[in-house]
């Protein structure tokens, strides 16, 4: 008879608990797509603001006082199935072997992804991507390359950093010889060709935005 009074007050300590978990689960998503959105702005360099940017930092807890960004890039075999799953499965090897330090996928295609490293200055990414993509021959039906970008303390520079690490990845993609490349080992003419393109573009873009505010004006 006792047993039997129980039950109700176990059903209903049960329900609660799987509410509970519930919400908790709701909330971890909501975060974790909050960051997401955070990071995809500051990759894009379409943060309204730093203090805009700032404040969401740390609404978000998201700490990019210290980070690398890391793109990854698949080269699927003719006819496989659900490349963004694929591209989902690359950053997870990545993030495997880089588990040290917090990271954050970004996908931005179904064949490439970044990944923000948030890691000290003396860390060196390099030998933790060359094992992720070592595992990835042996098991996966893609090639794998990485692209890394150097060290950044700044979030606003975010943008920059994934230009590094964008044209790391695409000197890893065509080069053939090494599937691992490091913006600070480019050739010296690629990187020199890169800044340069880089101030043009950051130039253009300036423009723009005084256009932008003389029309509003």
């Known amino acids: ?18 509410r509970a978990a519930r919400a908790d689960h709701a909330a971890t998503d909501s975060l974790q797509l909050r ?11 379409t943060a309204p603001s730093l203090l805009y940017t700032l404040n969401q930092l740390q609404e978000l807890s998201l700490d990019l ?13 003719p006819g496989a199935d659900d490349p963004l799953e694929l591209i989902r499965q690359a950053c997870c090897l990545v993030q ?9 996928p970004v996908l931005f295609s179904d064949r490439y992804a970044y ?11 390099l030998p933790a ?9 042996l098991c996966v039906s893609y090639i794998l390359t990485i692209g890394i970008s150097q ?8 943008q920059h950093a994934a230009r590094e690490a964008d044209n790391a990845q ?22 020199a060709v890169f800044e340069r393109l880089d101030k043009l573009v950051d130039l253009v873009r300036t423009a723009l935005e005084n256009n932008n505010r003389a029309g509003v004006a």
């Open 1 to 18: 008879e006792q047993l039997i009074q129980a039950l109700p007050n176990a059903k209903s300590r049960i329900d609660i608990n799987v």
């Open 35 to 45: 960051r997401n959105i955070m990071l995809q702005n500051l990759l894009y360099g």
């Open 65 to 77: 006082s210290s980070y690398f960004v890391i793109r990854c890039g698949i080269q699927p075999e």
């Open 96 to 104: 495997e072997q880089l588990s040290a330090y917090p990271s954050h």
């Open 115 to 125: 990944l923000v490293l948030c890691a000290p200055a003396d860390f060196q990414p």
């Open 129 to 137: 991507c060359l094992q992720a993509v070592q595992q990835a021959d």
């Open 151 to 158: 060290h950044q303390t700044d979030p606003a520079a975010m």
């Open 170 to 191: 695409q000197f890893a993609e065509t080069d053939r010889q090494f599937t691992v490349f490091s913006f600070e080992n480019l050739p010296v003419p690629d990187r």
